[in-house]
C-alpha cells in the first residue's frame, strides 16, 4: 500500500504530506483546488513524462517521493532490485523519489540509489492501477476485453504458455523465411559467403593479433633508430675512456681510501658496489636489447602487409579483430545451413509441424476454459451492474473461435499477432463484450455505447469483479464516478469500499455518496500566505467531514448536516 506521498514545488503545492489509511481513501475539495496535482504527482513518480512548467513559480526545481509498503507484494521486486543494481528495501518500504528542474535534469531514485524512468515505471506497473475519467475507453477494445476475461478466469499462465509456443513458432519461420529464395538470389547468397569465408579463413587471423603485429611494426620500422640509440647508450656507460662505470671504478678506489682512513665509511663503499652492479645489470639488457634490433627490410615489408590485410578485413567486417573472426564464424554457420537447404528445410518443416500441433493442442484447451470462463464473467458483471442502477440490463461476452489454424482473427486494433507466425499470440480467440442497459432494448458491442456515464458505470463493474483477481495494491479513481448521481452514486461508494476490502483505494470524487463510506476522508483547499496562493491537504475527524460532505451537498444548513450524518451513518 502507498504510506506516505510528498510534494514540493509542483504547481500550487509547496510542501504537501499526504498520509494514507489502508482500506478506502476519498479525497474531495472544490474544483481548482488542487485534487489533480496528487495524481499528477504519483504519475511523475511512477515514470511518466515531466512537464517543466508544472515548476511551482519561483522555483528552480520540484520533487515527488512515495514510499510504498510492499510486505505483501507478490511481485519478484526483491530479484528486481538486485537485477539492477538498487538498493534493497528495509522494514518492506519501498521509497520512490523523482525530482526534476527547470533547466530540464531528471533524476530519480528507489531507495535512494539512481536509476532510470524505464526502471521507475516498471516498478510502478506492479504498485499501481490508475484510473482517470476517460481510462474506461479503453474497454472499448475486443484485445482489452480478452485480456479480462483471462484475468478473471486466471488463465494468464495458459494464455502465456501459448504465446511463447507461437513466438518459438515465429523464429522457425523466419529461418525457413531465409531459405526460402529464388535460384538467382540463392546462388549469389552462396557466393558472398563462401567468398567471405574463404577471405577471413585465408588470413589465419588469432586473437588479439593486431595488438602484436603493430607493437612489432613500430620497432622494425623504428630499428635504425633503436639500434642507434642503444649503442650510444651502451658507449656512455661502459665503452670509452670517460665511460660511467670508468668513472665509477675511480669512485670505488676514493672510497676504498676512505675507509682505510675512517673504517666507520664502510657503508659507502657497499652502496658504492650496488650502484656499479646496477649499472652492469643495465649494461647486459641494453647489449640483450641491442642484439634483438633487426634491420631487416624484408621483415618490415611482411609486418606492413599484414597490418595492411588486417586493416583491410576490419573495414569489410568489423571495427575489431574479434568481429572480424565471430562475422567468419557466422558466416561459415550460414554458409552450411545453406549448403543443405534441402535437409535444413526437411528439419524446419517438422519443427513447425511439431509445434502447429502443440499450437492447435493449446489454443484448443484455452478455448475451452474460456468457454466455461464466459457465464460466470457475464453473470458477475451483471450482480455488480444491478447494483449500480441497471437493475434490468443484459451483459454478455460474445465468443469467435478459428475453425482452422490458418484463420485470421478480425482484431481492430491488429493486437495480439505473433509476428511470422499464422496464430495469434493471444490465442484462437476474439471476444466482444455485448450491453443492453435498457429493457427491450438488443444487446450492442460495448463500443456502441453513446454515454460516457454508463461506460464509467460498466468500467467499475468489471473491477470489482476484477479485485480479488488483480495482484496490484493500490488502485487509484478519478473522478470516475463523472456523470453519475442520486441512487447510482450511493452504489458507486459501495462498490468502492467492496473494492478496497481487498486493496487500498484512493478515490478522487465530487459526490457525497462516493465519499461516505470511505476509510479515510482528506479535503483539498486553496489558500493565501504572503500574495502566493497555495493548496494544502487535511485529513477530517468526524465532525469536519459532517461540514465536507454538507458543504459537498449544497451549504452548511440544517438539512444538509443532517443528510451528511445520514449519508455516514
Known amino acids: 500500500m502507498l504510506t506516505t506521498l510528498r510534494i514540493k514545488n509542483l504547481a500550487l503545492v509547496a510542501d504537501l504530506t499526504l498520509e494514507l489509511q489502508p482500506g478506502c481513501n476519498v479525497v474531495t475539495g472544490e474544483t481548482g483546488a488542487g485534487k489533480s496535482i496528487i495524481i499528477g504527482a504519483l504519475n511523475l513518480v511512477l515514470g511518466e513524462r515531466a512537464d517543466r512548467t508544472l515548476i511551482r513559480s519561483g522555483s528552480d526545481a520540484c520533487s515527488?517521493?512515495?514510499?510504498?509498503?510492499?510486505?505483501?507484494?507478490?511481485?519478484?521486486?526483491?530479484?528486481?532490485?538486485?537485477e539492477n543494481g538498487l538498493e534493497p528495501c528495509?522494514?518492506?518500504?519501498?521509497?520512490?523519489?523523482?525530482?526534476?528542474?527547470?533547466?530540464?535534469?531528471?533524476?530519480?531514485?528507489?531507495?535512494?540509489?539512481?536509476?532510470?524512468?524505464?526502471?521507475l515505471a516498471s516498478i510502478g506497473e506492479w504498485l499501481v492501477d490508475m484510473h482517470g475519467p476517460h481510462d474506461h475507453q479503453s474497454l472499448l477494445h475486443p484485445a482489452k476485453q480478452l485480456t479480462i476475461l483471462d484475468a478473471f478466469g486466471g488463465l494468464d499462465k495458459e494464455r502465456e504458455a501459448f504465446g511463447e509456443i507461437v513466438r518459438r513458432r515465429a523464429v522457425l519461420e523466419n529461418e525457413k523465411s531465409a531459405l526460402i529464395v529464388d535460384e538467382r538470389t540463392y546462388a549469389q547468397q552462396l557466393d558472398l559467403l563462401r567468398f567471405q569465408v574463404q577471405e577471413i579463413e585465408a588470413a589465419r587471423f588469432q586473437p588479439d593479433e593486431d595488438e602484436r603485429i603493430t607493437q612489432?611494426?613500430?620497432r622494425?620500422?623504428?630499428?635504425?633508430?633503436?639500434?642507434?640509440?642503444?649503442h650510444a647508450a651502451l658507449d656512455l656507460l661502459s665503452e670509452n675512456e670517460s665511460?660511467?662505470?670508468?668513472?665509477?671504478?675511480?669512485?670505488?678506489?676514493?672510497?676504498?681510501?676512505?675507509?682505510?682512513?675512517?673504517?666507520?665509511?664502510?657503508?659507502?663503499t657497499q652502496v658504492h658496489e650496488q650502484a656499479v652492479a646496477a649499472m652492469r645489470e643495465l649494461q647486459a639488457e641494453l647489449s640483450r636489447y641491442a642484439d634483438k634490433v633487426d634491420v631487416d627490410p624484408a621483415r618490415l615489408a611482411e609486418l606492413e602487409e599484414r597490418l595492411n590485410l588486417i586493416q583491410s578485413l576490419k573495414r569489410k567486417y568489423g571495427a575489431t579483430l574479434a568481429e572480424v573472426i565471430a562475422t567468419g564464424e557466422e558466416s561459415k554457420r550460414k554458409l552450411a545451413s545453406l549448403e543443405s537447404r534441402d535437409a535444413e528445410l526437411t528439419r524446419l518443416n517438422a519443427a513447425l509441424e511439431k509445434l502447429d500441433g502443440e499450437i492447435l493442442k493449446a489454443g484448443q484447451a484455452l478455448s475451452a476454459k474460456r468457454k466455461k470462463v464466459i457465464p460466470q464473467l457475464a453473470k458477475a458483471a451483471g450482480k455488480q451492474l444491478a447494483d449500480l442502477g441497471f437493475q434490468q440490463s443484459k451483459f454478455e461476452v460474445e465468443l469467435r473461435t478459428l475453425t482452422r489454424p490458418s484463420d485470421t482473427l478480425s482484431h481492430p486494433m491488429g493486437e495480439g499477432r505473433g509476428e511470422g507466425a499464422p496464430f495469434p499470440a493471444t490465442g484462437f480467440d476474439a471476444i466482444e463484450f455485448q450491453f443492453c442497459p435498457n429493457v427491450g432494448e438488443p444487446l450492442k458491442p460495448l463500443r456502441a455505447i453513446a454515454s460516457s456515464g454508463e461506460m464509467a458505470r460498466v468500467m467499475l463493474a468489471l473491477k470489482t469483479v476484477l479485485a480479488a483477481e488483480d495482484e496490484i495494491p493500490v488502485?487509484?479513481?478519478?473522478?470516475?464516478?463523472?456523470?453519475?448521481?442520486?441512487?447510482?452514486?450511493?452504489?458507486?461508494?459501495?462498490?468502492?469500499?467492496?473494492?478496497?476490502?481487498?486493496?487500498?483505494?484512493?478515490?478522487?470524487?465530487?459526490l457525497p455518496q462516493v465519499a461516505a463510506p470511505a476509510d479515510a476522508h482528506f479535503v483539498v483547499t486553496k489558500q493565501v500566505r504572503d500574495g502566493r496562493t497555495i493548496s494544502e491537504i487535511e485529513l477530517l475527524d468526524a465532525k469536519s467531514r459532517v461540514t465536507e460532505l454538507a458543504r459537498m451537498l449544497g451549504g452548511q444548513s440544517d438539512a444538509a448536516r443532517k443528510h451528511a450524518e445520514a449519508l455516514l451513518r
Open 90 to 119: 528495509e522494514d518492506h518500504q519501498l521509497v520512490l523519489k523523482r525530482t526534476f528542474t527547470s533547466a530540464g535534469t531528471n533524476r530519480q531514485f528507489v531507495n535512494g540509489s539512481p536509476t532510470t524512468l524505464n526502471v
Open 475 to 510: 488502485l487509484i479513481f478519478d473522478e470516475v464516478d463523472a456523470n453519475v448521481g442520486g441512487e447510482t452514486a450511493n452504489a458507486v461508494g459501495e462498490k468502492m469500499k467492496q473494492i478496497a476490502a481487498n486493496r487500498q483505494v484512493l478515490c478522487i470524487t465530487h
Open 64 to 82: 515527488v517521493e512515495a514510499v510504498f509498503d510492499v510486505a505483501k507484494l507478490r511481485a519478484p521486486l526483491k530479484s528486481f532490485l538486485e
Open 216 to 218: 612489432e611494426h613500430n
Open 220 to 230: 622494425a620500422s623504428n630499428a635504425a633508430r633503436l639500434l642507434q640509440l642503444s
Open 243 to 268: 665511460s660511467v662505470l670508468t668513472q665509477a671504478g675511480v669512485v670505488g678506489r676514493t672510497l676504498q681510501e676512505l675507509q682505510r682512513v675512517d673504517a666507520g665509511a664502510g657503508e659507502l
